[in-house]
Nanobody
Framework: QLQLVESGGGLVQPGGSLRLSCAAS????????IGWFRQAPGKGREGVSC????????YYADSVKGRFTISRDNTKNTVYLQMNSLKPEDTAVYYC???????????????????????WGQGTRVTVSS
């Protein structure tokens, strides 16, 4: 059974850093595009970043460009989201999601189309506050 488990969330001061992990079981991440999404209190869920399955291309929302970095470690079957220079507006529950490699997966990843992601983790909470 395909499963994603996020970890690494917590409370951090503005300007601080956190690294989120998305560990996969039941499937090999190599063949999936993996995206990070977040939902802030009282707001809808939005795309944050995605790494493609085809060539490892990475994509970022404008709000996190230059501060967040997505990467994958295929030996650990895990995708990471390194978050630096965190701001209070980064406070949210962060989810990772997967889409199997197919004709559309690169588009889905680049545009972070959450409705077309196939599997979701349970989320990890990030709070940025002094």
């Amino acid at each position: 059974q395909l499963q994603l488990v996020e970890s690494g969330g917590g409370l951090v001061q503005p300007g601080g850093s956190l690294r989120l992990s998305c560990a996969a079981s039941g499937f090999t991440l190599d063949y999936y595009a993996i995206g990070w999404f977040r939902q802030a209190p009282g707001k809808g869920r939005e795309g944050v970043s995605c790494i493609s399955s085809s060539d490892g291309s990475t994509y970022y929302a404008d709000s996190v460009k230059g501060r967040f970095t997505i990467s994958r470690d295929n030996t650990k079957n895990t995708v990471y989201l390194q978050m630096n220079s965190l701001k209070p507006e980064d406070t949210a529950v962060y989810y990772c999601a997967a889409r199997s490699a197919d004709y559309y997966s690169d588009y889905v990843c680049a545009e972070m189309v959450q409705d077309l992601m196939e599997s979701w983790g349970q989320g990890t909470r990030v709070t940025v506050s002094s």
